[in-house]
Each structure stands twice: as C-alpha cells, then as structure tokens.
C-alpha cells in the first residue's frame, strides 16, 4: 500500500483538540496518519478550509500532507450546515485526485458521516475501497441525550445508514459500538472490525504530582477534581460541580482544599459553558472551588491530569473515551461513568471507578473515594498505568493498516468475481 486518502470534513487534523468540533477525532487522525507515514504509506488527509489564510496543502508532518478544500465560506458555517457543502467538497477532492495519475489512493478513510457520504462518492469514482470510522453515531446519541441536548436530526441518521451500507470496512471503537452497527444500523457483521484507539504513551507519563500542581498554582494538599474535554451537554461537565457541590455539603471542612478544575472550550449547543457552568458554579455557591482553563496541549495538559487526584468523565455517552486513557497514563486515576466504550477505558474498581447514570450523590461518593481515600487511590493510580499501556496507537495503526489491506483484497475479489 502507498497512499491512503484520510477524508475529515468537518475538523481539521492542524486545530488544538478540546474546543468546538475538535475532539478525539482529530488526535486519533493525527497519532494513526503519523504513524502509517512512519511505516513508508503517504497520508493525504482533506479538510475544508475554513480561512482564506490556509494553504491549499500544509504538511503535518513527514509523509502527511493536510489538503484545505474550499467549500463554502471560510467562517461562520456550523456543522449543522455542512451536510450542504459536500457536493463542493466532494469536488474538491476529486479535482485534486484528477490531477495525479490514476491509481493515486489504494484506499479512501473517512471519519465521521460526513466525511463518509464525500467517501462513498470518491469510492465509485476511484475505483478503491471505503473505509470507514463513525466516531459517534446519532442513534445512539438520541438513546443518552443530556437533559438541555438537542436530538441529532433524521437527515444524519439517514446519512448515516447510506455510509454504514457502501462502505468496505466499518472501524468500531469497541465491541459495545460493534454491536450498535449491527444492532441499530444493520451493518453486515463482516464489514465491522474493532480497533481499539491508542494513548501516546511517550507524552502522557506518570511525573511528579507535586510539581504539577505548583505549576498550576494549586496547593501541596489540595483534592483536585479534574474534567478535560470539550464543554458540552453529552459530556456532562455539570455532574461535577453538583458533585463538588455535594462533596462539601457532607464535609464543609473540605472547602480550603478542594479544586474543580474544568480544562476546555464550549462546543456545541445547550450547556455552551463555560459560562453555563460559571453560572452554575454560582448558583450551587461553589465558585470558589470551580477554576476553568482553556483547551490545553502538550506537556501542559499531561500536568493537568498529573496534579488531578480523579479525573472524572461524567459522559452521557462516549464511544471510547481517549480522556480516560491519558489520564490513567500518568498515573491517574479515572472516575466514568458505565456508557459506551468507557468500561472498557477504564476497570472498575482496578484502574479508577465505574459510576451508574448521572446522580450528583452517587458521584460525589465516587469522587470522594477516589480522591480523599490516599491509600485506595495508590492503589487505582499504580494499576492505571498498567491498564493504559494495554492501548498504543502503534497498535492502531497496525490494525488499521491490516484492515485497508483486507478492504483492497475483498474489493478486488468483488470487482473480478
Ligand atoms: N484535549 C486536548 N486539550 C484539551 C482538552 C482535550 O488536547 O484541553 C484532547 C484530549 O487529549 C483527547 C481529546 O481532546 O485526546 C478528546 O478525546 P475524547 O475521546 O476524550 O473525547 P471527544 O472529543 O472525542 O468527544
């Protein structure tokens, strides 16, 4: 294989993760196209271009190229208007593909739906296989939506069922989201493969929890809750302040020390926070404990997760969770909730704690016996680096990797039958 055509419409693999539309899918494109560059196979990933700044192609790095492709305007244009924009960038990507000899791209790789409907096209047209990674699906959103969510509309459930029909390969997280392609999407269980994500294990590493915290100005002794991610309803970043908050109903001594720390940007609708959540904060009177900080990158959040006593994923739903991982891989325990592939992020009980449903009370309780029970959070925090070194991207790549390669030759068996 030489070249894989990695198809993101709606995210760009060059923006910071943790705000707006970044998230676990831009890191998963960025860790996998690395390293598939790294074993000799060229990624070409496209994007819509969303400033007139942006070259039309940027490396990424050695052997990654980004592809900016204008489709509509620059800015302004949220994702609930996309869907009418991928005929133009649907032409976009192939006019770049005309351009080189046929042949160009062994293998079309689409995240998310919308990528896949851009994907299923470029497919008939190149004559190569589509492979496909959901990343969330709408059904299975509608069936966890927060209280102030918005459902997720037909027209993506139908895209959707079109994508998870044409495409050769259906990526799945877990065996959980395996079974709702099957279940729920009536994906022909012989297209699904299950690549479980990875954790860059050289940059999330346990360090030294004392000068995390001095770096980030919090004390020696504090209890440090932490949430990472982006700031919206599915994530459920609410649960908790109204855990902090019921923390220190039961113990009113606890209030010098404890620090909610909430690392990211809003995205999305509904609980676009932080303000929301600064509001909230206010109304439960814990703004003293609630510090915010934007979306963090490099070595600055890996000290994030290090000073944390628990990072919590609250999470209505989650198809993995690359959170939970990072966090275990510095030695962090991790307290989620029991949805989607986060049972499998995290062992109950072993590497951080499972919680059942979204109650403040029960979270508190969890949180509380993670983060003020030293000897028992040693013990989750030791285990957790064991658990997250199970996952590499490595690994991932490999599968992937292995999966294009099956796609190509049951492609070619169907093209030649
Ligand atoms: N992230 C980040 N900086 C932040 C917050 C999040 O780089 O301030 C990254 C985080 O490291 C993780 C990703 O965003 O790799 C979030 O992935 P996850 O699977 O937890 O959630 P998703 O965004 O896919 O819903």
Redesign the pocket.
């Known amino acids: 294989m030489k070249r894989v055509a990695v198809l993101s419409v709606h995210t760009s693999p060059l923006e910071?993760?943790?705000t707006g539309d970044a998230?676990?899918?831009n890191?998963y494109i960025v860790q996998t196209a690395t390293r598939m560059a790294r074993r000799g196979v060229e990624v070409e990933i496209f994007t819509r271009a969303t400033s007139s700044e942006l070259p039309p192609v940027a490396e990424l790095a050695p052997g990654v190229k980004v592809r900016h492709v204008v489709a509509g305007p620059f800015e302004g244009l949220g994702k609930e208007e996309l869907p009418g924009q991928l005929c133009a960038f649907t032409a976009g990507v192939l006019r770049a593909e005309a351009r080189h000899d046929p042949g160009h791209y062994d293998v079309v790789h689409s995240h998310y739906w919308l990528s896949g409907q851009v994907g299923w096209l470029a497919r008939e047209r190149w004559g190569v296989p589509l492979v496909h990674t959901a990343?969330t699906l709408a059904k299975v959103k509608n069936l966890a939506l927060a209280e102030c969510d918005t459902p997720e509309p037909r027209m993506r459930v139908i895209g959707e069922e079109q994508v998870v029909a044409e495409a050769d390969r259906l990526v799945a997280n877990t065996d959980v989201e395996a079974g709702e392609l099957i279940k729920l999407y009536a994906a022909d269980p012989d297209k699904v493969l299950v690549v479980p994500p990875g954790v860059d294990l050289e940059r999330f590493t346990p360090g030294d929890r004392a000068a995390a915290r001095a770096a980030l100005g919090l004390r020696p002794d504090a209890a440090v809750l932490a949430f990472?991610?982006?700031i919206q309803p599915l994530?459920a970043p609410d649960v908790l302040v109204k855990a902090a908050a019921e923390l220190l109903v039961r113990d009113p001594g606890l209030r010098s020390r404890l620090v909610v720390l909430i690392?990211?940007g809003p995205s999305g609708s509904g609980m676009e926070t932080p303000r929301k959540l600064v509001e909230l904060a206010a109304q439960l009177g814990v703004s003293d404990v609630v510090r915010f900080l934007p979306?963090?990158?490099g070595d600055a959040?890996a000290r994030v997760y290090r000073a944390a006593d628990v990072v919590a994923v609250p999470s209505h739903n989650?198809s993995?969770?690359?959170?939970?991982l990072?966090a275990q891989a510095c030695g962090t325990p991790v307290a989620a909730a029991a949805v989607g592939g986060l049972p499998m992020a995290v062992r109950d009980g072993v590497s951080g704690v499972l919680v059942d449903g979204h109650d403040p009370a029960a979270w508190a309780r969890a949180l509380g016996e993670v983060a003020l029970r030293p000897a028992y959070r040693e013990e989750l925090a030791s285990n957790a680096v064991g658990h997250a070194r199970r996952f590499s991207w490595d690994r991932t790549t490999d599968a992937l990797l292995a999966g294009y390669e099956q796609a190509r030759q049951k492609f070619r068996e169907e093209v030649f039958a």
């Open positions: 910071q993760p943790g998230g676990g899918m890191v990343h990472v991610g982006r994530k690392v990211g979306p963090q990158g959040l989650e993995f969770g690359l959170v939970a990072e």
